[in-house]
Each structure stands twice: as C-alpha cells, then as structure tokens.
C-alpha cells in the first residue's frame, strides 16, 4: 500500500538551530513529491517539488533533497516565523491521487 | 492575482443533512481538487476534476459527490452527514497535468 511517514511528528527548536525534517514514502512510481507548509487553520501553502533521486532545491532558509526511497527538508538558521507544520506528498506515477503525511510541527523559539 | 477561493469560511450542520462547498481556482487553471483534513492529520484526497470530468477518486464514500462548471469552479456535496465529517475541506486547483497544486484557505465543516 502506498504510504508517506514524516518524523519527527513535532519539532521544537531555538532559534538559529538548523534541523532536518524526514519524509519517507513507498510508491511504486514517483510522479513528484511535494513540500507545503501549513499555518493554524490555513490551507497549505506550496514550497518544493521534487521529481527524481538527488534532486534539490531552495528557497530562502529551506532546503529540500530527494533519494529513492526518502526526502529531507534541511531548515538553516530557522526564525520564529518559520513555526508552521510542515507536510509531505507524494503523487505515484498513473494516478491522479496525491497521499500526504500527517506533517511535522515545528516551533521556532525566540 | 486571487488566489484559490472557497465559500463559505465556516459552517455548522446537523446529523444527516446536506452540504455544498464551492471552490473557484486560480485564473487560467482548468484542474480542481477536493481534500478532507481532520484535525492533527494530513489532507486525504477525495477527488479531482479536470475539464469537467472526474479523473481520480479518493477512498470516500458514495455520499461525497462533486462537479466542476465549464468556468472551472466546482462544488462538493456531501449527504447524510456523520459526525465524523466534521473537518477542513481543502481546494486546490492547478493548471492541467502539472505535479503544483496551490491550495484555497479552505472551509469549516462542524457536523453536530
């Protein structure tokens, strides 16, 4: 069965302190995976896309790296205002569907 | 440029009613999206639609049903409310076969 597993569930951090959030997942093809962040009540909001093994790509203090079987989001120097949960998917090759993980919280301190 | 939009922000319902929630995409995007999400869970994807037709369905019940206009907008509905609807349901839209779907703020769904 397809599945997408993010670790840890719940990060806190202080701020300055880098740190890498986990997704691992199980498809038998990737069509893409996708980084969004997610505010309290808020739709997620789209970050990365990455589409085969050892691919990156960065934005501003996030960086998102892709193996065959695992993606890491690495956050450098996070500030408070990166506190947010983050989630990964995924969307297998010949579907439509798009299977996410249950997200890793992450608290910035000041 | 607007965003995703979906109306209304919140609703309350009863057990057993019946519910539309509406979703207008992002201009020039022809593929819309409808997920489920309970609290302190990813999204789950109920369907997507593209030029009117359903090409892909999520594992939900007969009960959810949608449909896209010919502007692009789309509609949710769901019958026979359970209590366990009670959750965000989340749009998105993206232009037609490409992987970056971009989210609306989504709608409140409170089932009593």
């Known amino acids: 069965e397809d599945q997408v597993t993010q670790s840890p569930e719940a990060l806190r951090l202080q701020e300055g302190e880098s740190s890498s959030l986990n997704c691992s997942y199980t498809?038998?093809?990737?069509?893409?995976l996708f980084w969004y962040r997610q505010d309290p009540g808020k739709g997620p909001e789209f970050l990365f896309t990455?589409?085969?093994a050892g691919e990156e790509k960065e934005k501003e203090r996030l960086k998102a790296t892709l193996t065959k079987k695992e993606s890491f989001l690495h956050i450098t120097a996070p500030k408070p205002e990166d506190s947010a949960t983050y989630l990964c998917?995924?969307?297998?090759?010949?579907?439509?569907?798009?299977?996410f993980g249950t997200g890793t919280r992450l608290k910035v301190l000041a | 440029d607007a965003g995703v939009t979906q109306s209304p922000t919140h609703l309350i319902k009863t057990r057993g009613q019946h519910v539309t929630l509406r979703c207008s995409p992002i201009s020039g995007h022809k593929s819309v999206s409808w997920y489920q999400q309970v609290l302190g869970q990813g999204p789950q994807f109920i369907f997507q639609?593209?030029?009117?037709?359903?090409?892909g369905r999520g594992n939900f019940p007969d009960r959810f049903s949608a449909r896209q206009f010919p502007n692009y907008s789309s509609e949710l509905n769901v019958n026979a409310l359970l209590l366990g609807d009670s959750a965000l349901y989340l749009c998105a839209s993206s232009w037609a076969n490409d992987n970056e779907q971009f989210f609306g703020p989504g709608t409140r769904l409170t089932v009593l």
């Open positions: 990455l589409y085969s």
């Open positions: 998917a995924v969307r297998e090759t010949g579907t439509y569907k798009y299977i």
């Open positions: 639609y593209y030029e009117k037709e359903e090409r």
């Open positions: 498809v038998s093809g990737l069509r893409g």
